[in-house]
């Protein structure tokens, strides 16, 4: 099974269990008529009521790969840190791309990170913030978002970086023009467009906005039922996938698989975003 069909049914799967739902995979058209286009997958409960899937892949930038190597010798060490974690809260840490320059000491750059955000997260209420780090010799800023969760559920810290804004709107309108037209066509009684983020690049806020600017070219997006982001970078590291709802709910639903290679994964509702 392709890596795509895979994730498709972790979605439905999650889908099935946060909702007492039963719906399977009964078809891939996009494997038995690849003469035109089809969408993903077709799922269908006992009554016959179908869901179509269509996966899409947001595409990283230009040098995603150095920015990247960078990025993770600073920033890896913060995801999930317990130094850094808020209780009663989920925090992410965004940064923007190319934040991390060459010819710095990127171990004396993670050690400032790290000092100043366990220093600073403790103090900030809920909301949104931006922080200069100190002392790193260059500007270097990241952006906190704090908020609460459902108690007791679990404390998070996120590492994500941001794209440009126009960089965003670009990648997101590349994907709808490809798949959008695919799904309104497929008869079904849901249509659920699944995106996926395999890179720490633009967090589910921006990749909305950047949706929500482009509804005026593409209105078949008010005829698609949900909008999806898979965030996957931890699913071969670390076997956790993350699901958060982009339409017609920002961050309505944020679920996470646990256990995502396993025949009964762990799912989680991480709460509401506010």
Request: hydrophobic share 40%; with cysteine; net charge negative.
């Amino acid at each position: 099974m392709k890596r795509d069909q895979i994730l498709v049914e972790k979605l439905l799967s999650a889908y099935n269990r946060h909702h007492g739902t039963l719906y399977s995979v009964v078809r891939w058209p996009e494997e038995s008529n690849r003469k035109t286009e089809a969408v993903e997958a077709v799922a269908a409960n006992a009554l016959g009521q179908t869901i179509a899937f269509e996966h899409t892949l947001i595409e990283p930038f230009v040098g995603e790969r150095e920015d990247t190597d960078r990025f993770m010798r600073v920033f890896s060490r913060l995801e999930g840190n317990a130094d850094l974690m808020k209780p009663g809260y989920d925090v992410d840490v965004v940064v923007g791309i190319r934040s991390i320059l060459t010819g710095v000491k990127w171990e004396k750059v993670a050690e400032l990170v790290h000092r100043h955000l366990a220093s600073r997260i403790p103090r900030i209420t809920e909301g949104n913030i931006s922080e200069e780090i100190p002392g790193v010799g260059f500007p270097l800023e990241v952006k906190l978002m704090i908020s609460a969760h459902d108690s007791p559920g679990q404390d998070h810290v996120w590492i994500q970086r941001s794209l440009p804004g126009d960089s965003l709107v670009t990648v997101v309108r590349r994907a709808l023009a490809r798949k959008l037209p695919k799904l309104v066509a497929e008869p079904a009684d849901k249509r659920i467009l699944l995106l996926e983020k395999a890179v720490s690049v633009g967090g589910h806020y921006e990749i909305r906005a950047a949706m929500d600017e482009l509804l005026g070219e593409f209105p078949q997006l008010r005829i698609i039922d949900e909008v999806w982001l898979a965030i996957t970078p931890g699913w071969e590291s670390e076997d956790v996938l993350f699901f958060c709802e982009l339409l017609p709910e920002l961050s309505g639903r944020r679920l996470m698989m646990r256990g995502a290679s396993t025949p009964t994964p762990e799912i989680k509702v991480l709460g509401t975003a506010v």
